[in-house]
């Protein structure tokens, strides 16, 4: 896992800055209900699309663990921040409209997964919606290209974060009375990488370290013999699924 703290100065550059925080935030607000007024960004980070939302008219609150990070976020948001754990919001019963998980489920177990949604559905009112990023551990392969052809087979077989699976987290939804209520999609700009950029990343990720040292020497000799290796691949195109409560 990611130090939060230390990584929040260069976290925007280094995702996307704007220009995906803004398609973040728009296949959002497509999906927010007219009438959602109060949304909940959890996992907000610092706050780059937590302040498109509060910009479209929506009241937020961003709520994260990470300090660093929240002090990014806070004067986007001018002070509505809270630190605090996805799995115990400190927001009263059926009190908002929209709970929103952008960045978080991909990085979670089931078992932490379930009880962030089961906080969600807890402080949603009735007709609220739930809407998160699902599919975030596989996404960079929605666009084939010989980097995903070496990647996919070994991060498929050695990820355990099953959270952000599509299909888990409807399921997770429904066991708390949630319904699913459609999906969109927004491309992950400045999000492709490069052969020797994936180089540079792969130790930070949790699937990479449960590698023994020949399979984690393999594969890193695979990507370093691929071509143009200064050459970022297609940006991944990440899914967005809503699920409702019902009135």
């Not at 070994?154 to 699976?165: A, N, Y």
């Amino acid at each position: 896992m990611l130090d939060y703290d230390a990584e929040a100065a260069e976290y925007d550059r280094t995702r996307g800055g704007e220009e995906r925080a803004g398609a973040a935030a728009a296949a959002v607000l497509g999906l927010l209900p007219g009438d959602a007024r109060t949304v909940v960004d959890v996992a907000c980070g610092t706050g780059i699309v937590s302040a498109r939302l509060r910009g479209a008219g929506r009241v937020v609150v961003g709520v994260d663990l990470s300090a660093g990070m929240l002090a990014y976020a806070r004067p986007r948001l001018e002070g509505a921040v809270v630190r605090a754990d996805a799995r115990r919001l400190p927001i009263a019963d059926a009190s908002v409209d929209a709970v929103v998980f952008m960045w978080l489920l991909h990085l979670v177990d089931e078992e932490v997964g379930e009880r962030a949604m089961a906080e969600a559905a807890r402080v949603l009112r009735p007709g609220g919606v739930v809407v998160a990023t699902v599919g975030k551990n596989f996404a960079m392969y929605t666009v084939p290209s010989d980097l995903s052809g070496v990647l996919e087979p070994v991060q498929r077989e050695h990820v355990t974060e099953k959270t952000d699976d599509p299909t888990v987290f409807t399921g997770s939804g429904m066991r708390f009375g949630l319904e699913p209520d459609g999906e969109a999609t927004y491309i992950g700009h400045g999000q492709g990488w490069s052969p020797r950029r994936a180089l540079q990343l792969l130790p930070r990720f949790d699937w990479y370290e449960r590698l023994d040292a020949t399979a984690a020497d393999a594969l890193r000799a695979r990507v370093a013999a691929l071509p143009d290796q200064d050459r970022p691949r297609p940006d991944p195109v990440y899914r967005v699924a809503c699920l409702r409560k019902p009135k």
